[in-house]
């Protein structure tokens, strides 16, 4: 009861703070040619996982991957979609809000344009979870994937993914094994299109068959400056 009343007090804070921000543009004129973008690195747990009272986890949820996701652009008018979005959308949104163009060699969507010009709906799922150099054997929920009805969490070996619908906590994977295999196909399809490293897209789609390839390429930010090592490092080195 204590860690929830804190929360909402920081909660509360940050609404105080954010509607001063926002007056302050107002008086300021500000208003009239600045656009915001309001946003989450992920949600958190305030009592609703068992065993753990506070804090992010993982397999991430939908109470920590759902976060808001709003844009404000003078006279830009309303709207309102169920769009699935990601981080990466950031940028083509605020670029055009700019008027900088996108490289087609990026994938990032204009969720204004989504959602104010009736443009097709670029995602089918969501992907979450941890970085790739911190997965370990085919039984482990390895990352997750969201569509607007539930989450999986996916293990390469299909006998160990879970399913939830959003909003709950269940694991109901055993009694729609159709929505596992679906879902998961989908997710390891579109994990391998993002560039993961050939050896780990062949383990997934041989269903964890084998040892878990050594060696991989976790990333493609390298090399990255000295100095990231000490809170990047282990994530971006591999095993």
């Given amino acids: 009861a204590r860690i929830k009343a804190t929360y909402a007090a920081k909660v509360s804070l940050v609404d105080k703070w954010l509607g001063i921000f926002l007056d302050t543009l107002d008086e300021t004129g500000l208003a009239k040619n600045t656009a915001i973008l309001l946003t989450a690195d992920h949600g958190t747990n305030v009592g609703d996982r068992p065993g753990q009272p506070f804090g992010k986890s993982g397999p991430p949820r939908a109470n920590e991957s759902h976060v808001p996701f709003l844009v404000h652009v003078p006279d830009g008018g309303s709207g309102r979609s169920d769009a699935i979005v990601q981080p990466q959308d950031v940028f083509a949104t605020l670029a055009a809000i700019g008027g900088a163009a996108v490289p087609d060699t990026l994938e990032s969507h204009d969720v204004l344009k989504i959602v104010q010009a009736g443009a097709e709906e670029r995602r089918e799922i969501a992907l979450a979870g941890a970085a790739v150099g911190v997965w370990r054997g085919a ?3 390895l990352f997750s994937a969201y569509d607007k009805e539930w989450r999986i969490g996916v293990a390469a070996d299909p006998a160990h993914c879970q399913l939830e619908r959003l909003g709950t906590q269940e694991d109901v994977a055993a009694d729609h094994p159709d ?15 993002r560039g993961l490293d050939p050896q780990l897209a062949e383990w997934l789609r041989n269903d964890g068959q084998g ?18 090592r000490s809170y990047f490092g282990y994530n971006y080195t591999g095993p």
Avoid: Y
């Fill in 211 to 228: 040892e878990m390839p050594k060696g991989i390429r976790v990333t493609d930010a390298h090399s990255a400056p000295p100095t990231w």
């Fill in 179 to 193: 929505v596992v295999e679906r879902l998961r196909a989908a997710a390891v399809e579109e994990i391998i299109r």
């Fill in 139 to 141: 039984e482990q929920v």
